[in-house]
């Protein structure tokens, strides 16, 4: 109940206007092993993750839970221009980095009354595990195709699917033709493009280079991604060529 109120409250608070928020996982929740690998596998994709809790001293977390957060912190890093770019823009624009699923569909009454997931930018629907003993997840995603992060595999929505819940991850989608600003481990950028349908044109991203480090320069890179030939292509709005490596991802249609 703790981990859905949190996700209720920041969620409602980036609709007001408060786009920097957290959760915070309670004292009596440090003893149980399950939750404490959902809460950080939650708190990974919340705009601002609390640190100290649970405890810093790894020795004190329940055996296995270390690895389990460690990969849903590392997912965090690695998605770091992203998330910061989506910062740079609530600051400019109040749009929230967390937003509940209607926000792109706000005549969608089945999207309105979604309380179980949320997008992270215009990029991601994450659904968060939030009861225990979950083997199975079911949501219903939102107009357009999507991709399993984890597959690779294309959904089309609105339609309601169900995946399987596993330990190490919570289950994530991300739009066809996003493109997602990431980091390459040794201080560079890597444009993942998640490959985009034939025939769409214009799908795409906004990208702040330099964002959430100090003395980042404020010019926003409009990119868009689209099918030329077969072949993967991204380039800026006005069709001139970006600086940044491009990693294409998802099945091929």
Do not use: I, K
């Not at 920097?20 to 959902?38: H, I, P, Q, T, Y």
């Not at 937003?99 to 949320?118: I, K, M, Q, T, Y």
């Not at 997840?137 to 357009?144: C, D, K, S, T, V």
């Amino acid at each position: 109940s703790g981990l859905r109120a949190a996700l209720f409250r920041v969620l409602g608070l980036g609709v007001c206007g408060v786009t920097w928020a957290g959760g915070a996982l309670a004292a009596d929740g440090r003893g149980n092993e399950e939750l404490l690998v959902r809460w950080w596998q939650l708190a990974a994709w919340l705009p601002v993750r609390p640190v100290g809790a649970p405890d810093a001293d790894p020795a004190a977390w329940p055996e296995g839970a270390p690895a389990a957060s460690r990969t849903a912190l590392a997912e965090r890093m690695r998605l770091l221009p992203y998330l910061d770019t989506q910062g740079e823009l609530a600051v400019s624009g109040g749009t929230p980095v967390a937003r509940p699923v209607w926000w792109h569909s706000p005549g969608d009454r089945l999207s309105r009354e979604c309380e179980d997931a949320f997008a992270v930018g215009d990029a991601f629907l994450v659904a968060p595990v939030l009861e225990p003993g979950c083997v199975e997840r079911r949501l219903r995603l939102p107009h357009g195709w999507w991709y399993d992060v984890a597959t690779g595999v294309a959904h089309r929505g609105p339609g309601r699917l169900v995946v399987p819940v596993v330990r190490d991850r919570l289950p994530v989608f991300v739009r066809a033709g996003a493109v997602v600003p990431v980091s390459d481990g040794g201080g560079g950028v890597v444009l993942e493009v998640w490959r985009p349908r034939a025939g769409r044109t214009g799908s795409g991203a906004l990208y702040v280079p330099g964002s959430g480090r100090s003395g980042a320069s404020a010019d926003v890179v409009r990119l868009v991604s689209r099918l030329s030939g077969g072949e993967v292509m991204v380039t800026r709005e006005d069709g001139e060529a970006v600086e940044w490596p491009v990693r294409v991802r998802g099945e091929a249609w």
